[in-house]
Each structure stands twice: as C-alpha cells, then as structure tokens.
C-alpha cells in the first residue's frame, strides 16, 4: 500500500444484477474493497467472494440488516484496522465516473492546502437525469456545503476518528446530515465537486408540477418515509439553534414531502401513516428501528 491508499468501502442490501458492473468499476479506482451485506444469511451475494477471488475484495457478512450507518462503521473500521488512510463510501447503485477517487483526492488537497480538515462529497447525476447541485461558476471546482450524501464521500480515517461513528440509532435517513454537521461543530469542512462523479438515484424520482414550480417526488417506501422524518426531526431538534438556517429548511422539506405523498405518490396512506408515525417518535425522542 502507498501512502495515499484508499479502500472503498460499500453497503449491500439485496443488491439489483448490475452491481457486480459497478463493483469492477470501483475496484479500478481504489487499493481495496470492503463490502458490508446487510442482506442476511440467504442472501445471494455470498457467492461474491469466489468471483473477486484475484482482487483485493473483501466481505464482513450481516445475519440481519444492522442498518446504514452500523454497517459504515464496520467497512471504515476494517479499512483502518487495515491501515489504509483514506475510504470512498458507496451505496449498492452508484456509479463511479472513471476519474472519480483521482478528483477527490485533488479537491482535499486544494481545500486543506493551508491546514485544516475535510469532507469531500461527490456531485452526481440523479434519476432524472440532471446535475443534482449547480455551482453556476464553472471556473468553481467544489464549493461548501451544510450537508452532503454518504455515497461519494472521501473520508479521511483521521477525520472518521475525530468526529467519531456514524450514529446507529438512525438506522438508515439522514445518517449523512448527522455527519455532516458533526463534522462542522469540530471546525472540519463540508464541500462538494462541482463536477458530477457520479451517478446516483434517491429513490425512485418522478417530476411534478406544483401550482408555483416543478418538482421531484422521490418515492420512498412507507419505512423510508418513516425514518425520513423521524431522524429529520430529532437533527431539527437538536440543531435549531446552532444550525436555524439548515433546521427551518428541513421543515419545509417534511412539509413539502407530505404534500407530494398525498398529491402524487402510490400508497399514499401507509406512507403518510409512517410519516406522523415518526413525526410522533422524534417529539417523544422515541428511538423504535422498523424494516421493510
């Protein structure tokens, strides 16, 4: 291993046939793979090992789905029990671009140049096909963020170690805004590539008009939905005086969410159900894991 080795670190949870593609994409990229199967005992994946038996792939198995955030604790600490300096987190269907560690590591190196500390998030093409964050400026190669996705996040092992594990008890939603405004309380940057690096669906995305603007409804399952507010919320709480500019636009993403449900979405009950569900639970600080 060089001094600026990376292990990619990835989280499975019944993964669609064309990960193995996306697998051999990353591979060429990083020094090392870690892949945590949150699958389960029956899971299909584990004839895996035999297929990357040449490559520097490696698998911690799950008899049950631990969540997210437990099983990015567990690939980052494998990575540093393993020495390696840095990890690029990975959801199971994102798409690297080909140049994707290779930026990142320049975009540390250009942010951190006078000292300091970063997260570094990866600008991604969605489902809809478009660019997920302008930076309007193209002369701009990243700029600063109050929170980025996990997929695509260079990590620095040093970084992990000073804003501590990915929170547990939020399973699965906005493990990534925990993190992320951890990191800023510990003075650790956020920023994002302007270039797309990848690309990556949040959920099932479909456009919609609203009576003032277009938008996007994501489609999440009524566990999602729960989650997504629960975890949310309980942030809102914890963050509103710190971050009030952050927490206030989090609540009129709830409110907005709830409004696309009812006018767009399919199952548009159990949905709205999980939603007040944890709406309820992030009042009462109420901590109750729920999967599909």
């Given at each position: 291993m060089h001094s600026l080795s990376i292990c990619a670190v990835i989280i499975l949870h019944f993964p669609d046939i064309d990960f193995r593609k996306r697998l051999h994409r990353i591979i060429k990229q990083v020094d090392a793979v870690v892949i945590v199967d949150n699958s389960g005992a029956d899971a299909e994946t584990r004839d895996l090992p035999n297929e990357f038996a040449e490559q520097q792939v490696h698998f911690l198995w799950n008899d049950s789905n631990l969540g997210v955030a437990t099983a990015l604790n567990q690939g980052v600490q494998f990575a540093e029990q393993y020495g390696y300096q840095w990890a690029i987190l990975f959801d199971q269907d994102?798409?690297?671009?080909e140049r994707m560690s290779s930026v990142l590591l320049g975009l540390y190196q250009e942010?951190?140049?006078?000292?300091?500390?970063?997260?570094?998030?990866?600008?991604?093409i969605n489902g809809l096909g478009e660019v997920q964050v302008s930076c309007g400026d193209s002369k701009t190669s990243l700029i600063s963020r109050k929170t980025i996705i996990t997929s695509g996040t260079l990590l620095s092992l040093d970084v992990y170690n000073r804003i501590g594990p990915f929170r547990d008890e939020f399973f699965i939603d906005a493990v990534d805004h925990d993190y992320c405004l951890r990191a800023a309380s510990k003075g650790i940057k956020v920023v994002l590539s302007c270039e797309p690096l990848m690309h990556h669906a949040i959920g099932m995305q479909s456009r919609h008009g609203l009576a003032w603007k277009k938008t996007a409804s994501s489609n999440h399952s009524a566990v999602r939905r729960y989650y997504m507010a629960r975890n949310n919320l309980i942030l809102v709480r914890e963050y509103c005086l710190k971050e009030p500019a952050w927490a206030w636009k989090s609540v009129c993403y709830i409110v907005k969410?709830?409004?696309?449900?009812?006018?767009?979405?399919?199952?548009k009950v159990p949905k709205l159900t999980a939603m007040i569900s944890g709406i309820y639970h992030a009042a009462i600080g109420r901590i109750e894991n729920v999967q599909d």
């Open positions: 994102t798409e690297p671009t942010c951190c140049r006078n000292g300091g500390r970063a997260l570094v998030g990866s600008n991604y969410t709830f409004i696309l449900i009812a006018f767009f979405e399919k199952h």
